[in-house]
């Protein structure tokens, strides 16, 4: 049986007060596989004229991995994408070596719950070109009284269809009535969970919303005992040889690497794109100003 370690979330703000809990990275573990960052977004509702705003921003050396449970957000890129994310959908954003995007909430949608996840990639595609994907239908069952979403990877006989460059598993557990999940784990994976809504129990402990729990590899499986109206984020994957490096959007796997990233969207260098908004004055989007590097 793996010992299983309690991880603190801490508060973050997203700007215009729009404050998310943050479980990954933290002092206590920076990465699950190759799952850098796990952001948890409500459940809000938001007052008239009110909502998430997220103004343009880069990314690079990662996946943006949105798994939206209650709402609908509009995400531009500077590729050009232009798509609506509804409950029950994953967008997946490969930033390679540069993308930009926003990220805002609908106006006659007031409500918002997801997910936010970043993926690293392995450093022979740190710099590919960047990619959209949207995912309107995932595999989806039902078993002693839960209902899984498989995000990511595969799990038993099914696969998921997002594209993905390392071995992970993503994957959503929500019960209504309460209910068991027995898992089989991958010996090779690190495990993490963290609790959407209401409560599960695993080991003799209890787990309450905005709780993260991680195990380390070597466990072959996992009963979680899900309670009324509970959903739980399960995320694995094989640990990376070394953890890589993170630095506001910026993912890198040396610093040289961020900081170049860094030196090239003040500059408003080409290898950071415009998002188009044909309300602005300029037709692009705000940018957002990047915080001073910690290291010189």
């Known amino acids: 049986m793996n010992k299983i370690k309690r991880i603190e979330l801490r508060t973050a703000d997203l700007g215009e007060g729009m404050l998310v809990k943050r479980a990954l990275p933290s002092r206590q573990q920076r990465m699950v596989g190759a799952w850098c960052f796990l952001d948890h977004a409500g ?15 880069p990314h690079t050396a990662l996946q943006t991995f949105t798994w939206l449970i209650d709402g609908e957000v509009l995400h531009k890129d500077s590729m050009g994408n232009e798509l609506i994310i509804r409950p029950g959908q994953v967008n ?11 990220e805002d909430s609908i106006v006659n949608s007031p409500n918002l719950h997801a997910a936010q996840l970043w993926i690293a990639l392995p450093e022979t595609l740190a710099d590919c070109e960047p990619d959209f994907a949207h995912y ?20 038993g006989e099914f696969q998921s269809p997002t594209a993905v460059h390392s071995p992970i598993l993503g994957m959503d557990l929500l019960s ?7 898992l089989q784990l991958n010996p090779e994976f690190e495990y993490g969970f963290l609790t959407l809504t209401g409560q599960v129990n695993v080991q003799g402990e209890s787990y309450s919303i905005d709780e993260f729990a991680y195990l380390e590899k070597g466990g072959s499986t996992l009963e979680l005992e899900l309670g009324t ?39 408003g260098n080409s290898r950071f794109g415009a998002v188009k908004d044909p309300a602005s004055p300029t037709g692009e989007s705000l940018r957002l100003t990047a915080p001073v590097l910690p290291w010189k």
Do not use: C
């Not at 008239?48 to 103004?55: F, L, N, R, W, Y």
């Not at 997946?92 to 926003?102: C, E, F, K, S, Y």
């Open 43 to 57: 459940p809000v509702h938001f007052e008239s004229g009110k909502g998430m705003h997220v103004a343009a921003h």
């Open 92 to 102: 997946l954003m490969t930033a390679g070596r540069g993308i930009v995007h926003t």
């Open 136 to 155: 309107s239908e995932l595999p989806l069952w039902h078993s002693a009284g839960v209902q899984f979403t498989l995000l990511a990877g595969s799990y």
């Open 176 to 182: 209504v009535s309460g209910g068991v999940a027995k």
């Open 229 to 267: 109206d509970s959903r739980v984020l399960l995320l694995g994957g094989v640990p990376f040889e070394k953890p890589v490096q993170m630095w506001w959007n910026f993912v890198g796997h040396s610093k040289e690497a961020i900081a170049a990233a860094q030196q090239a969207w003040e500059q």
